[in-house]
């Protein structure tokens, strides 16, 4: 495991971890948030191998600005 110290905002913290996706690369860390768990894992799913350009456009596509 690798750990990097940060400081995450409270109200992020304070939401359910099955309804966050995270994606991170060199120098960025992304959180989606749904609204169902399922949600979550048809993101996760359908967004396997995508980068974080194709996986925001996605995410804007079938889920909006939730």
């Not at 925001?56 to 600005?65: D, K, L, P, T, V």
Request: net charge negative; charged share 35%; hydrophobic share 35%.
């Amino acid at each position: 495991m690798i750990c990097i110290k940060t400081e995450i905002p409270d109200d992020l913290c304070a939401i359910d971890d099955e309804l966050k996706a995270i994606y991170h690369s060199r120098d960025t860390v992304c959180v989606w948030v749904f609204k169902s768990r399922e949600d979550r894992n048809r993101f996760m799913d359908e967004t396997v191998g995508m980068d974080k350009a194709h996986r925001e456009a996605y995410f804007a596509q079938h889920f909006g600005q939730q």
